[in-house]
């Protein structure tokens, strides 16, 4: 299968929005909600109802907010925890959404132990695609948490502060249980050890495959993610 | 099951977009997907893979674009007839994502013969629940050959031409094999006779619910629609 590098990422993303005339509205609500379902496909909502979902100041972190609200609809009882949000218009109604539907906002970083006792999975949606190293200081403390903490953490796209394409770095070495590639996966993803990878974001026009290589499997029937 | 009059689906609506500030192009991704979720359930892509999708000038036009979209991104081979263009920029896009997916547009109404010949499946997304009758010059040729068709029709929303409470009406008497309400049912869904009713839309915030008081039934999973 075909690993993207950070450049080739961001070219399809261009690509997306700039040929093809997607809004960022449509591929956030697509590929938030296929990170929904890959949580729901591997944490069963009885046992891990009680979700922390870390979200950062980009698109990563709309993609949490997306995920936050379609797994409210399936019953499971997130809370956000949005450290830095970039003022766009976007972001605020995602929050709006959010906070419409009762989903709580934490103002605070947790610490490890509140984590532990109060949430039963984390979804890190901290850092996408376009991150460059070094974490900036009003994620050290949540990337503290996830380094860690023991409960399961199902990273978006990437786990937050591993290098895109050499994957964990020095400062930023936690293993998530889940990964969610979105569109296709990052190189990073070649060094992922934890137990299931899925792939989100059914929505890559077959022109576009065939430009990039994007040998991707098949989605079966009607799933909006498939298991790597 | 609560169905909604026209009056209480256009407030419904209004509140999605003003109050809880979703875009157009979240909630169309969300309906035009279990939309395409419902007819591959109703008709296997073996079966069923030729599919003529017929768009309105308005929101429902835009949910069979999407549905069209994602129809193709499931095997299907979906062909759109849309006589009515809006200038709109979601909708002008929506078309121009379909075109980059390679899938035709058909200019001029095919009789009913040729539709007979050609298409295994028909989506009338014509009109939706702010339809009010008579129905307009532009539409009578493709009205026409839901009315004489032999072949399945998938409903989006409202049977096109239907009273949005009343039902058939004399002037478009038609029944789809497959209806699928978005939202909440309309009035005139109590009196669909066809053999597949299924829910799409999953998206309703738990206070509109309770404020309409619509005792919608449970999605299962991770399903973005359900049968009724």
């Known amino acids: 299968m075909k690993y993207l590098n950070q450049m080739e990422a961001t070219?399809?993303?261009?690509?997306?929005?700039?040929?093809?005339?997607f809004s960022v509205d449509q591929l956030m609500e697509l590929a938030g909600l296929s990170c929904s379902h890959a949580v729901a496909k591997c944490f069963d909502v009885c046992k891990h109802s009680r979700v922390l979902v870390c979200c950062g100041p980009g698109n990563n972190g709309g993609d949490g907010l997306v995920c936050a609200r379609h797994l409210s609809l399936m019953g499971y009882k997130p809370h956000i925890y949005y450290p830095k949000r970039t003022p766009n218009v976007?972001?605020?109604?995602?929050?709006?959404?959010?906070?419409?539907?009762?989903?709580?906002?934490?103002?605070?970083c947790p610490e490890e132990k509140e984590v532990a006792?109060?949430?039963?999975?984390?979804?890190?949606?901290?850092?996408?695609?376009?991150?460059?190293p070094p974490v900036r200081?009003?994620?050290?403390?949540?990337?503290?948490?996830?380094?860690?903490?023991?409960?399961p953490i199902a990273?978006?796209?990437?786990?937050?502060?591993?290098?895109?394409e050499n994957g964990k770095s020095t400062d930023c070495d936690f293993e998530p249980t889940l990964?969610?590639?979105?569109?296709?996966?990052?190189?990073?993803?070649?060094?992922?050890?934890?137990?299931?990878?899925?792939?989100?974001?059914?929505?890559v026009p077959?022109?576009?495959?065939?430009?990039?290589?994007?040998?991707?499997?098949?989605y079966p029937g009607t799933e909006t993610c498939v298991k790597l």
């Open 90 to 108: 976007l972001y605020e109604n995602l929050m709006h959404q959010c906070k419409s539907m009762n989903i709580p906002l934490i103002e605070k």
């Open 179 to 203: 990964l969610i590639s979105l569109t296709a996966p990052k190189h990073c993803a070649k060094f992922f050890k934890g137990t299931y990878h899925y792939l989100g974001g059914r929505f």
């Open 117 to 132: 006792n109060c949430f039963d999975l984390i979804i890190d949606a901290l850092f996408g695609f376009s991150f460059k």
């Open 11 to 21: 070219n399809v993303d261009v690509e997306l929005f700039n040929v093809y005339k």
């Open 137 to 151: 200081s009003d994620f050290i403390p949540i990337i503290d948490v996830l380094q860690k903490t023991k409960i």
């Open 206 to 218: 077959p022109s576009l495959k065939e430009k990039y290589q994007l040998d991707l499997p098949d």
């Open 155 to 164: 990273s978006v796209d990437i786990p937050s502060g591993w290098h895109v």
